[in-house]
């Protein structure tokens, strides 16, 4: 039986029976997601439209005979007495996946009776910093909703795929459903806690906020992200000592909001950072965890702005201890950071300036070693991406056929609370986005939603098809800021709806300013 402290990941293999050669996908899933999130998952990684009934069938003990019970939606009307029936809402996935290896048979349209096999290989260690579910292989397209026995015929036929590209896209459609894990944790061997305060000390003791400022950027490679961390020193104005690493491509966008001044608010910007930081503090500023932790290693500090402290940030999320993954990226950047350091302070050299987009950076080349490199970026391209339609066509043609244009003028926004929300004890707290319209001839609310940190571009997309049914119809013109129209264009070309874009939208700022100051509610 698996034993569990919290949530675990679970490993599936899901199957399409009858696939020749097999059509499946391995996906990695929180523990402690109900039936329902999984039924979601399964749609989106096989490409269906939940269109059709489905259901989850699981055999009881003994093995012989018809013990089955099932997990499926079922109207009170047509509820069958002799049929053992949950509700997927409610149930959730480690009460019924027991043991590894223990599978269960998904059906979807009950017409053309699609089947998979849902098997359970592993249970992993959750990672605090990762967003599951995860697709992690894959093989073969997925059918879609087509006539099983063509889709049969047709695949039997091909023979050329990229499957790791397949993976790619499965996982990347997984994106709208991603969320870090329940209660998720895992523990930081001493011997790795020991190393990462090892290094704190020796970047302490070489003081190098003397020499650098916080816009003289260091970006470290780090293999197992295929990517940078992009080192930040803090200490030069006297009152904040550390370092930050951003991290990756949303990291790289906050540093050049950094780095430009365009920080309209700390707080927002705290909220939006992809990093994990070294603050040297002082012990009042220590939460009992990271005091224990200080103590358990035998370690200890004495002195203002001397006590080692460690955060991740999430986007969305509130700031968090480290995980395993989080320290060894700070452990690998703090390492290359502390040689350049050393460097500078026997043999001065000026590094690059990184407002232009060029970084000194220690890459790895063939042989595996660090060396030094200047990394350029192209912040053009890394900004002004183009930003995809994720609406299903499906989805946008059944908004045009149930409602029609209206002659309304609709203020649209979106912006963070600033208090933030725990769903559960010990699971990362989050702050919750608020998705707001109002009526633009006389400031009324018409519309709200609040959601949990998700990819904006797919909840600003679909949470304005939301906005069309709730008032049951297609405005004519939508006013919105800058960043809001960028994801939102889009949908808005395809809905073939004008729109006008302002700094300042004075119905929703107004109700903005009056949520944020009156918080907690």
Not at 316 to 344: C, H, M, N
Not at 349 to 371: C, M, Q, V, W
Not at 377 to 406: C, R, S
Request: aromatic share 12%; proline share 6%; glycine share 4%.
């Amino acid at each position: 039986m698996i034993t569990k402290d919290g949530s675990m990941i679970y490993q599936f293999k899901m199957t399409i029976k009858d696939s020749k050669p097999p059509v499946w996908r391995r996906i990695l899933v929180d523990s402690q997601s109900t039936f329902a999130e999984l039924h979601d998952i399964i749609q989106l990684a096989f490409d269906w439209e939940n269109e059709h009934l489905h259901s989850f069938e699981f055999r009881e003990e003994p093995v012989y005979g018809s013990n089955f019970y099932y997990i499926e939606n079922t109207l009170e009307e047509f509820q069958l007495p002799f049929k053992k029936t949950l509700s997927p809402a409610e149930e959730i996935l480690e009460d019924h996946f027991i043991e590894v290896k223990d599978k269960s048979n998904y059906s979807y349209d009950f017409g053309e009776d699609w089947e998979l096999e849902i098997r359970l290989e592993s249970v992993l260690n959750p990672d605090p910093d990762a967003l599951y579910p995860q697709c992690i292989k894959a093989r073969r397209d997925g059918p879609g909703e087509v006539h099983k026995i063509w889709w049969l015929k047709d695949q039997a036929e091909e023979t050329e795929f990229d499957h790791k590209a397949i993976a790619r896209e499965v996982d990347e459609a997984l994106e709208p459903l991603k969320r870090p894990a329940s209660n998720s944790g895992q523990e930081i061997p001493n011997e790795e806690w020991l190393r990462l305060f090892k290094l704190a000390d020796d970047f302490n003791k070489l003081k190098p906020w003397k020499r650098l400022y916080d816009d003289q950027i260091i970006a470290v490679y780090i293999p197992e992200l295929d990517d940078y961390a992009f080192c930040s020193i803090l200490g030069r104005n006297g009152e904040e000592f550390g370092l930050v690493a951003y991290i990756g491509q949303v990291g790289l966008k906050n540093l050049y909001t950094l780095l430009n001044d365009q920080i309209d608010s700390i707080d927002e910007f705290a909220r939006s950072q992809s990093a994990i930081q070294l603050s040297l503090s002082d012990r009042e500023e220590l939460e009992p965890e990271d005091y224990e932790i200080i103590k358990s290693l035998g370690l200890s500090y004495r002195g203002k702005k001397q006590w080692p402290l460690f955060r991740t940030y999430v986007p969305g999320y509130y700031p968090w201890t480290l995980s395993k993954e989080s320290s060894y990226i700070l452990s690998i950047a703090l390492e290359e950071v502390i040689k350049v350091i050393k460097r500078i302070n026997t043999m001065p050299f000026e590094l690059p300036d990184s407002t232009n987009g060029e970084f000194f950076a220690r890459t790895l080349n063939n042989s595996e070693e660090y060396n030094d490199a200047v990394l350029k970026i192209d912040w053009g391209e890394l900004l002004n991406y183009e930003v995809p339609l994720v609406v299903k066509d499906l989805d946008i043609k059944g908004v045009q056929k149930q409602f029609q244009k209206a002659n309304i003028s609709l203020e649209f926004d979106s912006f963070q609370l600033n208090e933030p929300v725990q769903n559960k004890p010990e699971e990362r707290p989050f702050y919750p986005r608020m998705f707001v319209a109002a009526d633009s001839s006389n400031g009324m609310v018409i519309f709200h939603d609040m959601l949990e940190p998700g990819p904006f571009t797919e909840q600003i997309q679909y949470t304005f098809l939301k906005l069309v049914e709730n008032i049951n119809a297609i405005p004519n013109n939508v006013v919105l800021q800058q960043e809001a129209y960028r994801h939102l264009s889009p949908l808005l070309e395809q809905l073939n709806i004008q729109s006008n874009v302002k700094e300042t939208l004075p119905n929703i700022d107004e109700l903005k300013q009056g949520m944020l100051n009156n918080l907690p509610f």
